[in-house]
T-cell receptor
Framework: GNSVTQMEGPVTLSEEAFLTINCTYT??????LFWYVQYPGEGLQLLLK?????DKGSNKGFEATYRKETTSFHLEKGSVQVSDSAVYFC???????????FGQGTTLQVKP | EPEVTQTPSHQVTQMGQEVILRCVPI?????FYWYRQILGQKVEFLVS????????KSEIFDDQFSVERPDGSNFTLKIRSTKLEDSAMYFC???????????FGPGTRLLVL
């Protein structure tokens, strides 16, 4: 079946630290991959996406590269800020169905 | 910037009661979705809707659930007889033709007592 697995949280970092949140997927076919972010009390916002192998999505200093050989889409940021504290969701969608399949979410807490 | 809106933001109801959750998708979008997130768990797909009919639904979306697009702007999720386990955050999303990016509303937090 199709599924997404994210690293367990919470992840607690100091400001300006390097961030990696691991995400791996299982899919039949060729999925598009997404990272969504949920700030406290808000809905899900698209952070970045990649639609084919070796694509790199980037936004607000965050990056993720679609790695077909390792079925991964790890989220990275070189220097986190307190304002990045949120829950991060990795997700995939398959062409045709449109529905998103989410990972369990990873809570990031950045301390000053 | 256009956005998806949802009402109400919070709803408390008694077990067995009917609830209707409302969403206004982005105006030119053609695909509509409902997801739910039980507290502390992952976001789960419920149903997708296109061209005035359900295109896909999950096993969660049983006979107690229904969706409707009653006019050109609203998209509703009805739960006929709520159960305690229906307590969750319900998210509406929409997307345009030719893109896979879904835009989410802020959610409705439903509490069934």
């Amino acid at each position: 079946g199709n599924s997404v697995t994210q690293m367990e949280g919470p992840v607690t970092l100091s400001e300006e630290a390097f961030l990696t949140i691991n995400c791996t997927y299982t899919a039949t076919g060729y999925p598009s991959l997404f990272w969504y972010v949920q700030y406290p009390g808000e809905g899900l916002q698209l952070l970045l996406k990649a639609t084919k192998a070796d694509d790199k999505g980037s936004n607000k200093g965050f990056e993720a590269t679609y790695r077909k050989e390792t079925t991964s889409f790890h989220l990275e940021k070189g220097s986190v800020q307190v304002s990045d504290s949120a829950v991060y969701f990795c997700a995939l969608s398959l062409v045709g169905t449109g529905k998103l399949i989410f990972g369990q979410g990873t809570t990031l807490q950045v301390k000053p | 910037e256009p956005e998806v809106t949802q009402t109400p933001s919070h709803q408390v109801t008694q077990m067995g009661q009917e609830v209707i959750l409302r969403c206004v998708p982005i105006s030119n979008h053609l695909y509509f979705y409902w997801y739910r997130q039980i507290l502390g768990q992952k976001v789960e797909f419920l149903v997708s809707f296109y061209n005035n009919e359900i295109s896909e639904k999950s096993e969660i979306f049983d006979d107690q659930f229904s969706v409707e697009r009653p006019d050109g702007s609203n998209f509703t999720l009805k739960i006929r007889s709520t159960k305690l386990e229906d307590s969750a955050m319900y998210f509406c999303a929409s997307r345009d033709l030719g893109t896979e990016t879904q835009y989410f509303g802020p959610g409705t937090r439903l509490l069934v007592l």
